[in-house]
């Protein structure tokens, strides 16, 4: 190291004072070193046209990976595939090389390119574009979403060689007007789904109704066309491509990429606070090593949750660093930036002029930025599979790469922490989607009946297409003639569905005190109880007050005051069950699954004195209730377990319970925290019994409830475990919930509950 | 079945049934059980059942006689105005025998594919008579036989004359070829789409470009009763599930009217570019769409036609600033700089009360002639600081965008040059 600086030579070094620094290896709880992996390859095919061979070679590449290789073999064999490959391994090879060598063989062949974003369609008909160029044979790529100017689109649907969107284009734009596309659909050849783990939950159940639409209309101008998938790590590669397009496909997942030594650093801020549990900010954990790394010239890359988290890190990092580095070079990113603002940080960072970049999950995906050799994570991901996704962005061929999981105070990231076996020994999460979903299917369905006449026999998803077509005939948007069914109504369906659903939506937090600023957001789902007209809102430990919540626009009035209470509101949820589908039995416990009504609706808020707690007063909540009938799953604990406890010793332990699972849940999902939700009852109207539920926070559900069902034995088991090795004492907001709203006991009282959650197989 | 209505309705938070309205719909005591055999009520307003090959519709023939009129205009006159259509396409002679006259009647809106066109409107000339056949199916089934007639029908002619059809009707028959498996390149029309010259001129002068409008102001067509045509979609639903013919018989008044104000519009257009405007059709009342005519032909090649209107607006009266202005840069263009600049002095003069947006760029393009074509640097500046006083005044009141002060910057550099100008000819 060089004494003045303080600067060492490289990663290597620096790593290893790291490993000596006290102050920082006090909160590492695990250090794992991923050995180095040399290259595996194969030879570049036989037959692969001349003028494609030459427009590798002149890129570098004169041998494949074997994943490459593999690929590109199983679509040849005229096989459906999905490659699972990780960050930066040559991904793109594995469909480019089979649809570029299938068109250089006919010309009159075309493909389709799906990818969730604009922006990474963008980014691969740039490259795309440049191997055509580089072969001179005329093959034309281009970009079809809302940003393709009309004046061009009629050449595009005539003679784009590969034509390159996203689902919602697909799904509003060019299957409605199939008749205009009649070029691409009687010649296509090859589908390509990039980043298809995208495609889980709602949004991926809408996608496979898009696909299956798809299908459809090749169907009706007589091509069947192959589909070529890929997908980060995750646990059912397989079977989810094959849910997601309907067919049986051909897994490729040995990759051969090679990879410089990596470093797993899990790092967890110190306890300010044992009596509560509390830890030092993740935010300024992060900051500090982030710091270290930037003074130290390595280019690092941190990932936030949210977009204010992002600025928030962005402008500490910016500050740190002003002397040394000029502002440019540490640059933030996320969704909300303009395209050319994210194009010209994209280049920045492949030329290494940017240092240093701040991002939530924008930069997860593909977008090709280059090789970085460290990422912090500031907070646990959320998912096994976007750690390693984003992880993956740091690590060059060559050299050494790390990345730093800082925790936050949140019981799945407490969990994760100290549990890194966990962590690496398990396999990622499983996509989930439910393509049958009724409401999500009937939705499609209408699409696909104005697309084209419905055919007695045909089938389009699991239910019935008769039923289907019977209820579409009353609800007066389809007619029956002969043995077909057409759509007849003047609506145009596509336009009114949406396939990423409207629950994502977030209430935007406006701050009037000076002028007007954004503030922050809430969830849809949280909004009713957080920030109702009066609630006391607390942003980074100011307090506001709402002045006004404009339900329909999704906006919230705050202003800054000084007040001795907070606010917390009721939310009266009436839970019931409709159907059980399946049930299981061991010893006393009995969990089932089936279909749930639940009416929320937010009743009235106290005004509860900070320190005393005392009630101070109470106002009520006008906001609409809301009904979700959804899928659900929900164990129930026995009536002697039940009397050993008295009712507020049980509505502690339920409450513990299920604040804990709440967070654990995404261990076996894919998916937001916000999809599933969990309630206890000490005597539900269903079974009686004390009971926790579970359910999808979806009309209709979509697969969540249903998995943890299946796995409902090693989640309690998870539960539990957090809670032991959880170190505060009677209960804090990273295990069982703060012992205001828990009780003193509330932590002994939900481990011995739990002692008896568990079935017994 | 009721289970999956059901199971929605929960979904969906509904509980309320619509069991009344079902019942309505299963009501179809006219439905035709077998199709070869017809309602005789179709029979009072003259349609037949038709086949061929593909399968069976409906078929409507009306004939009108020479001696027709509807509105200002005699039908027959389409004979002698067809002549004067060849002006769209130049490269061919156009005759009334080669233009089919087509309107669709759909089930919704915009040219996706789930539009179907319930009813297609055909209008020809025959011998001395003009035709209307209006098809129609009974249910969706039919449509390729209609289609196949359509398909078949459509050799018979060169010209495709609509209004809209261009982005619309024409797109739209293509795509139910399509649909309906009978190829994709059936027939290549040369389109008389009348709603581009009508926009061309009726742009401003009329409320709306709307067939119903423009027939009623121009073409002295008076529609009574009649049912708008964004009323057809809900009536022929309404006859899918009733299967009474009645519920129809406005809708095929409304296309049969349609086609007949569309044979009309292709007489208007026809005389106006054979040059017999005198003689069939009045010269417009308002200046503006004088003017509009004459660029319009002009634009169809008719350069020759276009004097007279020109004179006419010029001498008009009753001419706005706006209408001279669109005239003189037309002159400008064309380079009659005389009647160019005496239009500018008059929009200059016409709003000598009240100078706006019209006068000031009137002044400014005075300022230019001056300065660039007589080198006339006194006359010149006085134009261009009446502009300048004006614009400030009137700039005042308003707001300064970036384009208001860009043009406030550019006169006082025209100002200023202009002085320099006139102060090196007085060295």
Redesign the interface.
């Given at each position: 190291m060089n004494r003045f600086t303080g600067k060492t030579s490289g990663l290597e070094e620096w790593l290893q004072h790291v490993r000596q620094n006290a102050e920082i290896m006090d909160n590492v709880t695990h250090w794992r070193t991923i050995a180095p992996r040399e290259a595996r390859t194969a030879p570049l095919p036989d037959g692969l046209h001349h003028a494609w061979k030459e427009a590798l070679r002149s890129r570098g590449i004169s041998e494949l990976y074997t994943h490459q290789a593999a690929a590109y073999r199983a679509a040849r064999e005229g096989n459906h595939v999905v490659a699972v490959t990780p960050t930066a391994s040559g991904k793109t090879l594995c469909y480019n090389l089979p649809v570029m060598q299938s068109l250089l063989e006919n010309e009159e062949g075309r493909a389709l390119y799906l990818f969730p974003t604009k922006a990474l369609a963008q980014d691969q008909v740039a490259e795309l574009q440049a191997l055509a160029d580089l072969m001179d044979v005329g093959l034309k790529t281009h970009t079809y979403d809302g940003d393709t100017p009309p004046t061009v689109r009629s050449a595009i649907r005539n003679a784009g060689h590969i034509v390159v969107t996203n689902p919602d284009m697909l799904h509003s734009a060019i299957l409605?007007?199939?008749?205009k596309w009649?070029k691409l659909f009687e010649n296509i050849k090859y589908i390509v789904i990039d980043e298809v783990h995208a495609y889980r939950g709602v949004f991926g159940s809408h996608v496979a109704n898009v696909i299956r639409r798809l299908k459809r209309i090749c169907r009706f101008y007589g091509s069947t066309p192959q589909f070529i998938c890929a997908s980060a790590t995750i646990d059912n590669p397989k079977e989810h491509a094959e849910r997601l397009i309907g067919e049986k496909v051909t897994l490729v997942d040995n990759n051969g990429a090679p990879m410089g030594e990596k470093h797993f650093v899990f790092y967890n801020p110190p306890i300010v606070n044992k009596q509560l549990g509390i830890r030092r900010s993740s935010v300024l954990e992060t900051r500090k090593l982030a710091g270290l790394l930037l003074k130290q010239g390595i280019q690092t890359i941190v990932f936030a949750r949210s977009r204010v988290r992002v600025e928030l890190l962005l402008t500490y990092l910016q500050e740190l660093i002003r002397d040394k580095l000029n502002n440019k070079s540490i640059r933030g990113y996320r969704g909300g930036y303009l395209p050319k603002l994210r194009r010209e940080i994209e280049r920045g960072l492949r030329s290494g002029e940017i240092r240093g970049v701040v991002s939530t999950n924008a930069l997860e995906l593909g977008i090709d930025i280059g090789q970085l050799q460290a990422c912090v994570l500031n907070g646990y991901p959320g998912t096994i599979a976007s750690t390693w996704q984003q992880s993956g962005r740091a690590g060059r061929r060559q050299e050494g790469s790390v990345t730093f999981m800082v925790a936050s105070s949140n019981p799945l990231d407490q969990y994760m922490i100290q549990n890194p076996d966990f962590f690496f020994n398990r396999p990622p999460e499983r996509a989930l989607i439910h393509p049958d979903n009724?409401?999500v299917l009937?939705d499609h369905v209408k699409c696909a009946?104005?697309?084209?006449?419905f055919d007695a026999g045909e089938q389009f998803g699991s239910?019935s297409l008769e039923?289907?077509m019977?209820?579409l005939v009353?609800e007066?948007v389809l007619?029956k003639?002969?043995s077909?069914w057409?759509?007849?109504?003047?609506?145009?369906?596509a336009h009114n569905i949406s396939l990423r659903t409207a629950a994502q939506e977030n209430f935007v937090i406006i701050d009037n005190t000076n002028g007007s600023r954004v503030l922050g957001e809430v969830d849809r789902f949280s909004a009713p109880t957080l920030i109702h007209e009066e609630a006391i809102y607390i942003h980074e430990g100011v307090q506001y007050q709402v002045e006004k919540l404009d339900y329909s626009e999704k906006k919230a009035y705050v202003r800054e005051v000084s007040v001795d209470y907070y606010t917390d509101a009721n939310l009266a949820v009436e839970l019931k069950v409709?159907y059980v589908d399946k049930e299981r039995v061991s010893g006393d416990l009995i969990r089932q699954y089936g279909?749930l009504?639940i009416n929320a609706k937010p009743t009235i808020f106290k005004k509860i004195k900070l320190r005393t707690h005392e009630n101070i007063g109470s106002g009520p909540i006008h906001l609409p209730e809301e009904?979700?009938?959804t899928s659900g799953y929900w164990f129930s604990f026995s009536e002697e377990a039940a009397a050993r406890k008295s009712k507020n010793e049980m509505q502690y332990a339920l409450l513990g319970i299920a604040n804990v699972l709440v967070h654990i849940a995404p261990l076996y999902l894919m998916c937001d925290p916000f999809d599933i939700r969990v309630v206890p009852q000490v005597k539900a109207v269903h079974t009686q019994k004390p009971t926790i539920y579970f359910y999808d926070r979806y009309?209709?559900g979509i697969g969540l409830s249903e998995r943890l069902f299946e796995v409902h034995d090693d989640l309690i088991r998870q539960a539990k475990s957090l809670i032991r090795s959880c170190t505060c004492l009677s209960g804090c907001p990273a295990c069982v919930g703060p012992i205001e709203e828990v009780g003193l006991l509330g932590k002994k009282q939900a481990l011995e509950l739990l002692n008896e959650a568990e079935g017994l197989g | 079945m009721s289970g999956l209505r059901n199971r929605m309705n929960r979904l969906r938070g509904e509980t309320a049934s619509n069991d009344a309205l079902i019942a309505e719909a299963e009501d179809h005591s006219f439905v035709d059980e077998e199709s070869d055999r017809l309602s005789p009520v179709w029979e009072t307003f003259g349609v037949k059942l038709y086949s061929n090959v593909e399968g069976s519709f409906l078929l409507r023939k009306t004939v009108y006689p020479v001696s027709f009129r509807h509105g200002h205009h005699a039908i027959m006159e389409l004979r002698k105005a067809a002549s004067g259509l060849s002006a769209f396409h130049p490269s061919f002679q156009a005759s009334a025998e080669k233009v089919l006259f087509l309107d669709l009647e759909t089930t919704g809106l915009g040219i996706g594919a789930g539009n179907i066109p319930f009813m297609i409107g055909l209008g020809y000339v025959l011998d001395e008579q003009f035709v209307i056949e209006q098809t129609l199916i009974r249910h969706p089934a039919e449509e390729r036989a209609m289609l196949a007639y359509l398909a078949e029908k459509l050799q018979h002619y060169n010209y495709l004359a609509t209004y809209n059809g261009k982005t619309f009707d024409w797109p739209l028959v293509q795509n139910r070829f399509i649909m309906n498996g009978l190829g994709r390149k059936i027939w290549e029309p040369h389109h008389l789409d009348f709603l581009h010259p009508a926009r061309s001129i009726w742009r401003n002068t009329l409320a709306s470009c709307k067939l119903s409008r423009v027939e009623e102001e121009r073409l002295g067509i008076h529609r009574e009763d009649d049912v708008p045509g964004s009323m057809a979609p809900q009536l022929y639903f309404q006859y899918l599930a009733d299967g009474n013919p009645s519920t129809l018989e406005g809708v095929y008044r409304h296309n049969e009217t349609d086609m007949l104000s569309l044979a009309c519009l292709a007489i208007r257009f026809g005389h106006l570019l054979n040059g017999d405007i005198h003689q069939y059709i009045r010269l417009p009342d308002e200046p503006e769409e004088m003017v509009r005519t004459g660029l319009w032909l002009e634009k169809m090649g008719r350069t020759e036609l276009s004097e007279l209107l020109f004179d006419s607006a010029m001498r008009a009266e009753t001419a706005k600033p706006s209408t001279l202005l669109m005239l003189a840069a037309r002159d400008k263009k064309a380079g009659n700089w005389m009647r160019a600049v005496l239009l500018w002095q008059k929009a200059v003069i016409h709003s000598f009360s009240n100078v706006g947006a019209d006068a000031l760029e009137a002044s400014i393009e005075l300022a230019m002639y001056y300065e660039h074509k007589l080198k006339d640097y006194e006359s010149a500046l006085s134009h261009a600081n009446f502009a300048f006083e004006h614009a400030f005044n009137h700039f005042k009141l308003a707001r300064l965008d970036s384009k208001k002060r860009a043009e406030l910057e550019s006169l006082r550099n025209r100002i200023a040059r202009l002085k320099r100008k006139q102060d090196k000819l007085l060295l």
């Open positions: 409605p007007h199939h008749t009649v009724l409401l009937i009946a104005y697309e084209l006449p239910e039923d289907m019977e209820f009353e007066k007619h003639a002969g077909r057409f759509w007849m109504a003047q609506s145009f369906p409709l279909e009504a009904e979700l009938h009309p209709g | -």
